[in-house]
């Protein structure tokens, strides 16, 4: 069992920069690929990033690239955003999942409780 606790969420102005945190349980082969997801009120869950644990393989929603970098450092994975926009606004959630890449959230097996994100215009 793999237990994410995400944190790092709030308030902020377009512009502002904000990192989020997910705490990872313990390493396992469940963890082989972390992702944030997040989800905006009234819309469907979506892919953010994705990286695998070893930091090698990095993946970006095109939405994001060039503001967002993904990083683990021990048994945290972060999510440093920069120059956020209003539409990033959204509850952001850490998963886990086995096996190779994917940017399908059905394929993720641990999902945290999220952290909301509110950027105001």
């Known amino acids: 069992q793999v237990q994410l606790v995400e944190s790092g969420g709030g308030l902020v102005q377009a512009g502002d920069s904000l990192r989020l945190s997910c705490a990872v349980s313990r390493r396992t082969f469940s963890t082989n690929y972390m992702g944030w997801f997040r989800q905006a009120p009234g819309k469907e869950r979506e892919f953010v990033a994705a990286?695998?644990?070893?930091?090698?393989n990095i993946y970006y929603a095109d939405s994001v690239k060039g503001r967002f970098t993904i990083s683990r450092d021990k048994n945290t994975v972060f999510l440093q955003m920069n120059s956020l926009k209003f539409e990033d606004t959204a509850v952001y959630y850490c998963?886990?999942?086995?096996?190779?890449?994917?940017?399908?959230?059905?394929?993720?097996?641990?999902w945290g409780q999220g952290t909301q994100v509110t950027v105001s215009s």
């Open positions: 990286i695998n644990w070893g930091g090698i």
């Open positions: 998963a886990a999942k086995r096996g190779p890449r994917s940017l399908n959230e059905a394929e993720y097996n641990y």
